[in-house]
């Protein structure tokens, strides 16, 4: 469906069945846009693999939303328009990616 693989902002959440942790990396990588990615877990060595595998600028760690402004802030891909937030704007030719961690109640 186009609501899974363009860029949509809004009120929107797109929600598909997945069999596997594979799976889902492959079908959240099925875009030409990688802006923010959100994973749920408390495997750690599971999220350090989705991470590694993941083509998105920011990654969400058992939370959302809320990047500090110290932190490089763009997309990989087609996605965003920038990344010049804090230190990190000097290296706007360079892929990086962001992660948000949270463990713990």
Not at 34 to 41: E, M, P, Q, R, V
Not at 50 to 57: E, R, S
Not at 82 to 91: M, N, P, Q, V, Y
């Amino acid at each position: 469906m186009t609501i899974m693989i363009e860029e949509t902002f809004g009120p929107i959440t797109p929600i598909l069945a997945i069999d596997s942790l594979e799976e889902a990396v492959r079908v959240a990588n099925d875009s030409r846009y990688g802006l923010s990615a959100y994973i749920f877990s408390e495997s750690y060595p599971a999220v350090m693999e989705t991470v590694d595998a993941l083509q998105f600028g920011e990654i969400y760690v058992n939370r959302t939303l809320g990047e500090s402004i110290h932190a490089h802030h763009a997309g990989y891909k087609e996605s965003g328009i920038g990344g010049e937030d804090g230190k990190w704007g000097l290296l706007r030719y360079s892929q990086i990616k962001t992660v948000y961690h949270h463990y713990g109640r």
